[in-house]
């Protein structure tokens, strides 16, 4: 009988004929086998005391730090990422292991009041082997921003990366040194396994995966975690600074070819559509386009062929249904066409659909984006949330107390004024509301929460 290996592959976007990784995949004996070492190492993990535990973390900083370089430029190559956001990625990267280096020294519960003589407190413990399934767009922050915390709080590790990123991760796994942090290369199968196995997950990806991943581990009844799609909405109101905000939801909008949770998906105009289009038109024009190793490029390559196909599509769909390309909307092809060779599409504003319209709707994971008008404010809110997804949103004005009535009203978890959707900050909650996310937020202290379960501890005097 022969035996067939199924092979993971990564290959750059930019240039596909380059093949960046190529492994076996571990089926699922091979993720039952990691997760068995990483439950073999737990229990002196977590007995390890927090200054140990602080400095393996530490180390690991500095292991990720000391690749800088190296690691930005994989990131570029196996998922075309724009060298200045790779940069950006691999510095967050290494901040979220410092941040979680030092949370190890933070308080793991409280003292109360007892109600006889003796002591009541709770204590934090940890879980057991966290099981991670993450993407390709952030390769390295993601699978840390649940990793580190997971770690530092005496959990092991499994990570399922999505295959796209797959040489990210391992040389992650290399840099961090860890037999406590394991990498299992595969896709749906592996991951399915790592869910069946694990004593907690946490997942970032496609809203159609994530409904599975949760059903599956609330079904074994273990604490679970998913960050879904975004349909993200930036409102622009009349008062706001308008070359400012056109620059921001340009970058919010199609940087990274779009394929962030947190991209602008819909401009809310409010009784300022066209000043608004002329201005985002500028921005977006502004925008580097092409090889993402070039340090002035914003806008990079898709990341394989089918998304770049439905990029495409939804175009031409949106054409199809009575909607205006206001620019973009192609492919651009192969080098021996005298195009760019990888899986590019140029960045793309469509106007004129139906609120209902899928593109107004669903996430399309690349560089295109909506413009719908509201006649108020309270439309924009009403439009801005009326998709089933809640991540980020945006306002843009100059009025504080406007600001902070339309940000109160908005369902999502992220709220930016002046700011754009993309972007989040480490050291806080991240999540969001709606079919973006279940089970609590990740990040910031938060992760404790759900890394963690509590003991609560009731010591009497003997007699
Ligand atoms: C960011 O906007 O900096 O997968 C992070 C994603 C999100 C992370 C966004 N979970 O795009």
Known sequence: MTHVINL????????????????????????????????????????????ARATALARAADAVEGAADELAALVVREVGKPVTEARGEVARSVSILRYYAQQVFDPVGAVHEPSGAGLLF??????????????????????????????????????????????CALRLAELLNLN??????????????????????????????????????VRRGVPVQAEMGGQNASIVLPDANLEAAAAQIAAAAMGFAGQKCTATKRIITVGNGDEVREAVLAAVAKLGFGDPSDPGTAVGPLIDEAARDRVVDAAAGAVAAGGRILTGGR??????????????????????????????????????????????????????????????SAVYTSDLDRALDLGARLDTGLVKVNAPTSGVDFYLPFGGEKDSSYGGREQGKAAQDFYTSTHTVTISPAG
């Open 122 to 167: 709770t204590r934090r413990r940890p879980l057991g082997v966290a099981g991670l399934i993450t993407p390709w767009n952030f390769p390295l922050a993601i699978p840390l921003w649940k990793a580190a915390p997971a770690l530092a709080f005496g959990n092991t590790v499994v990570l399922k990366p999505a295959p796209q990123a797959l040489a």
């Open 180 to 217: 406590e942090f394991q990498v299992v290369p595969g896709d749906a199968e592996e991951g399915a396994a790592l869910v069946e196995a694990a004593d907690v997950v946490s997942f970032t990806g496609s809203a159609a995966v994530g409904a599975l991943v949760r059903e599956a581990a």
């Open 331 to 392: 492919a651009v092809h192969s080098l021996q066409e005298g195009g760019l060779g990888g899986w590019y599409v140029e960045p793309t504003l469509v106007d004129g659909l139906p609120a209902g319209h899928p593109l107004a709707c669903e996430e399309v994971f690349g560089p295109i984006c909506v413009v719908q008008d509201a006649a108020s404010a309270d439309e924009a809110v009403a439009l801005a949330n009326g998709v089933r997804y809640g991540l980020a």
């Open 8 to 51: 993971i592959e990564s290959r750059s976007p930019h240039n596909p004929a380059d093949l960046v990784a190529s492994f076996p995949a571990a089926g699922e004996a091979g993720v039952q086998a990691a997760v068995r070492l990483a439950q073999a190492v737990q229990h002196d993990w977590a007995s390890r005391n927090a200054a």
